[in-house]
């Protein structure tokens, strides 16, 4: 019995036989193109841009995870990607406000949450939790976990509307606590 477990484990962990595992794909605002992660292998990854008709363009890269949002422009050149679920930054933060007036964040408000990229996985643009919610009585309404913190509603159990596509082409959302905010595909 323990023999034909440590065979199947074994045979499970071969890098052939992993599981392919795929993100939400989301389709463009005028309905032309997606975009999602697809994770072959723990460590490989491809993001992929497909038209109605196939494939539009693809290059491999582990670029944000399975669980991430990942939103394609009009023409199919670049994507969003936010993280709902975000490793908790370390570098500390001291943010001056007026001559004397010294405001402390806290380290994991530096953390990367959203990200603009193109068609070959060049980042154009990133935003931190800071870009979108300032102050202590916003940064208090974040989810913090041991190593992670949740920021974004709609996802992860957090009440509210969730990540989306609007017709003129901005991705909208809404940071826990805060008001709506949009993301332009142009850099």
């Given amino acids: ?93 001291v943010e001056k406000k007026g001559k004397r007036k010294i405001v402390r964040v806290p380290a994991w408000a530096n953390a990367t949450v959203a990200e603009l990229y193109d068609r070959t996985g060049q980042k154009l643009q990133e935003m931190r939790l800071q870009n979108f919610l300032k102050g202590s009585r916003e940064l208090g309404e974040v989810r913090q976990m041991k190593a992670h913190f949740k920021w974004l509603e709609g996802t992860l159990g957090i009440p509210g509307k969730g990540p989306r596509l609007t017709d003129d082409e901005k991705v909208e959302f809404e940071a826990v606590g805060a008001k709506t905010y949009r993301l332009s595909f142009s850099s």
Avoid at 26 to 31: E, F, I, K, L
Avoid at 62 to 71: A, E, K, N, P, Q
């Fill in 1 to 93: 019995m323990r023999l034909a477990l440590l065979s199947l484990s074994l045979f499970l962990a071969l890098p052939g036989f992993a599981q392919e595992r795929k993100s939400k794909a989301h389709v463009s605002a005028n309905g032309i193109y997606s975009v999602q992660l697809v994770q072959e292998a723990p460590g490989k990854c491809r993001v992929e841009m497909r038209k109605e008709s196939g494939p539009a363009w693809q290059f491999e890269g582990c670029i944000g995870t399975v669980d991430d949002y990942y939103f394609a422009s009009n023409d199919g050149e670049r994507f969003w990607l936010l993280r709902p679920l975000v490793e908790k930054g370390t570098k500390a933060l």
